[in-house]
């Protein structure tokens, strides 16, 4: 299973902070994997229906890793860092900012893979992993 290795868990990330990012993707012997998108979630969806907002968060990038057959060689490889948008401040457009403190959010990634068993799903499987951070601490915790 693909897996979160960094940020760990719990870690408190301030606005605009930079963090260590590191996913250790599902691509192994009879598995392939093709690409993994990652996303901060400020809110979790509630169900796989239509919705006017599905969920609520911020996208980091779709990225790949090498595996063969599948990815050879990457053509956009995930960065070691990436940086917490800050929400306070404008994100474009009409989007307004939204101050928040104290948060769990969920850094989340979705993986886009397969493998040699054709039983499941018809196309690529979609894997959900994720680690909780807490966004914009105010106190440390203990």
């Known amino acids: 299973m693909g897996e979160i290795s960094l940020p760990h868990p719990g870690t408190q990330i301030a606005p605009g902070a930079s ?38 968060g911020y996208f980091f990038g779709r990225f790949d890793a090498p595996n063969y057959p599948a990815v050879p060689y990457p053509k ?10 800050d929400f306070s401040k404008p994100q474009g457009g009409w989007g307004a900012g939204q101050a928040a403190s104290d948060q769990t959010f969920q850094l989340a ?18 894997s959900l992993a994720a680690v909780p951070v807490v966004y914009n601490a105010t106190a440390q915790s203990a």
């Open 109 to 126: 990634v979705l993986e886009e893979w397969d493998g040699c068993d054709p039983t499941g799903p018809v196309g690529r499987k979609i």
């Open 19 to 56: 963090f260590n990012f590191s996913y250790e993707i599902r691509g192994d012997y009879c598995t392939s994997s093709y690409a993994f998108s990652v996303y901060l979630i400020t809110d979790v969806p509630t169900s796989a229906a239509p919705s006017e907002v599905f969920m609520g």
């Open 76 to 85: 956009n490889p995930a960065p070691p860092s990436l940086t917490m948008p």
